[in-house]
Structure formats: structure tokens, C-alpha cells
């Protein structure tokens, strides 16, 4: 790092369980985030603030009117343009010392080759058919996969590492059969519940990186923004997960 980048990072350098090393590892980290919506909008700006030294972001949507209301990277003038793109621009306003990669489409063989590139993984989509298939590739690749989901006024985040013989995946807390998706598009969601989950998402990521703390892998941690209430529920591994079990 030099003097500026010291500078810019010093009120995390000053912390004792970061210092200079932490901070290093954190600039020399490549996160990958698919989903620039709700909850990616919120995390991406404060990763690339942190100084993660290069973010990949994937989405294939277009910025719309309604998103405005909670995809705080977004903004009036952004309506038409590639999500990525109109992300790119402000993360780079934020912090130009780091490296922005966009990607627009995502296929079985570039999902795997872009989770292979990165730390962490970030999944703040809204379906279950990606989210089991970020899960599979990050299981594959032997990559942390933070994931994070909102809905109305609820929250949920989890850090999963399904390729460790102990802990579970993804689809051990939800599996592939039986499941019904919901969404904000069909249900609603209160903008700053986003922003809240999405910042947490953005913390645990760090936290990976850093080893730091309580990072909950193994257990899912349950939001309720209307009590401001919090819960945190043990997941087990499942022995007949298609996915993790070996």
C-alpha cells in the first residue's frame, strides 16, 4: 500500500485485530458478488470502501424505476443502464485503487470459473435455481460462500463452507425439492432492511477474509426488523446432501 492508500484505510488499519496485515490481506482479496439488487447495492459500496482489492460483480438486469426505492447504487439518471455498469461507476468513485471486473451473463462454465477466482463469494440473488447453483460451484471450488436473503421486513445470513467435512452447504439448509420462491417483487420489502442485511453480508465477508470473530458458518442467523429482533439457529450438515457429502 502506499501513503494514500494508508491514509485511506487508516481508521481500519487502527484496529488491533486488522493492523497493517489484516488491511494487506484485505487489498490483495477478490470477492465475487452476483446480484447488484437489494442487498448487493448496500455491500458492494462498503467493500469497495474497505478496500477489497478487486470485486467482480455479476448481473444480467437492467436498472428500472422500482429499484430505486432500496438498490441504493442506483440512481435516477442510471434507469436503462446495465446494473453493472451504473455499480462500476460509483465503486470506483468510492475508491479508484481498486479493480472493478462486470460481468452481464452467467452460465454453468463461467460460474465456476469466476468462483475459482475469488476469496469469497457474495449471492444476494432472489431465486433458488441460482442460489443452488452458486452453492454447487462454491462447494466444487472450495470457496466461502456468504449468502444473504430480505423479504418485507425479514432478514436472513448465513456463511456456508459445504466443502469442509463438518460444516453444511446451502442446500443442506433448503434443498433442491420442494422448495417455493419468494421474492420482494411479489411480496414487498422496507428499503433499509436491505441496506441493513446487505452491510451484515458485506461485514461477514470480511470477517472470512480476516478470520475474524463469529462467522457464521453452521448457523443461520434470522432478522426480524419490525421487533428488531435477532435469532441464530444451528444448521447441521445433511449426510444425503447431493451437493456437499462426500
Known amino acids: 500500500m502506499n501513503d494514500e492508500e494508508l491514509l485511506r484505510y487508516s481508521r481500519q488499519i487502527m484496529l488491533p485485530q486488522i493492523d497493517f496485515e489484516g488491511q494487506q490481506a484485505i487489498v490483495d482479496s477478490t470477492m465475487l458478488l452476483i446480484g447488484l439488487g437489494g442487498l448487493g447495492s448496500p455491500s458492494s459500496l462498503y467493500l469497495a470502501a474497505a478496500g477489497v482489492g478487486h470485486l467482480i460483480i455479476a448481473d444480467f438486469d437492467q436498472v428500472e424505476i422500482s429499484n430505486l426505492q432500496r438498490q441504493i447504487i442506483h440512481y435516477s439518471e442510471d434507469i436503462g443502464s446495465y446494473k453493472v455498469d451504473s455499480a462500476k461507476e460509483k465503486l470506483l468513485s468510492i475508491n479508484p485503487n481498486i479493480k472493478v471486473t462486470t460481468i452481464k451473463e452467467l452460465n454453468e462454465e463461467n460460474l465456476s470459473e469466476l468462483v475459482n477466482k475469488a476469496d469469497v463469494v457474495l449471492d444476494g440473488t432472489d431465486n433458488f435455481k441460482a442460489r443452488f447453483s ?32 463438518v460444516k453444511p452447504c446451502y442446500q443442506c439448509l433448503y434443498p433442491a425439492t420442494g422448495e417455493q420462491n419468494e421474492n420482494c417483487v411479489d411480496n414487498g420489502i422496507l428499503a433499509p432492511v436491505a441496506g441493513f442485511v446487505g452491510s451484515l453480508q458485506a461485514l461477514q465477508a470480511i470477517k472470512v477474509i480476516l478470520n475474524l470473530g463469529e462467522q457464521l458458518d453452521g448457523n443461520l442467523m434470522m432478522i426480524d426488523a419490525l421487533d428488531l429482533s435477532f435469532r441464530t439457529i444451528k444448521i447441521q450438515k445433511d449426510p444425503h446432501c447431493e451437493i456437499c457429502h462426500q
Do not use: H, M, T
Open 134 to 165: 452458486i452453492n454447487k460451484a462454491c462447494v466444487n471450488n472450495k470457496v466461502p460462500l456468504v449468502s444473504a436473503a430480505v423479504i418485507r421486513f425479514e432478514g436472513q445470513l448465513s456463511v456456508f463452507k459445504g466443502y469442509d467435512p
